[in-house]
């Protein structure tokens, strides 16, 4: 028989990380259909210009914890609308190497400004202690989680 682990607060605290996610995403969606991205797509794009380009295919997938054909997908997508390009890796011809499309980045920059203008619109209710505490308590669940996912892969166990 499993053991009831879960609090009624363990339980609220997860609805509230779903549901404020779930409607964030939905937020970005609006303002990224004028792009026709998702906030999937650009989850690509952002990793791309704020981690740098060039990843392979592989290195794209394990940064944004997504499987192989999903991010295969999100990549053939944001080809065919000429936000990425695909090159063959130097080191391997077997791999791809992922890079954005220098004509894509004015548009950005400007869907980067947009969001930038939802994210304030959404956060604009905390103030600065409030912020710093938010950080804090998210950054102490992302490491935790960050965590329990590294002994998941390391073990092959699922969480």
């Not at 065919?80 to 980045?105: F, G, H, Q």
């Not at 994210?119 to 804090?136: G, K, V």
């Amino acid at each position: 028989m499993l053991k009831e682990y879960a609090t009624m607060s363990d339980e609220q605290i997860a609805r509230l990380l779903f549901d404020t996610t779930r409607m964030w995403r939905s937020q970005l969606n609006g303002v990224l259909a004028e792009y026709n991205l998702t906030a999937s797509a650009w989850s690509v794009i952002r990793v791309l210009r704020d981690e740098g380009q060039g990843l392979t295919q592989k290195e794209l997938a394990s940064e944004l914890s997504i499987e192989g054909p999903t991010l295969v997908k999100l990549l053939d997508s944001l080809e065919r609308l000429n936000w990425i390009e695909r090159r063959v890796a130097p080191t391997d011809r077997r791999a791809k190497t992922i890079w954005l499309i220098d004509s894509s980045l004015p548009e950005i920059r400007e869907a980067d400004l947009k969001l930038g203008m939802v994210r304030h619109a959404i956060l604009e209710i905390l103030d600065d202690q409030e912020r710093t505490e938010f950080i804090l308590l998210m950054s102490k669940v992302k490491q935790n989680l960050e965590q329990m996912c590294h002994e998941s892969n390391s073990e092959g166990d699922e969480i």
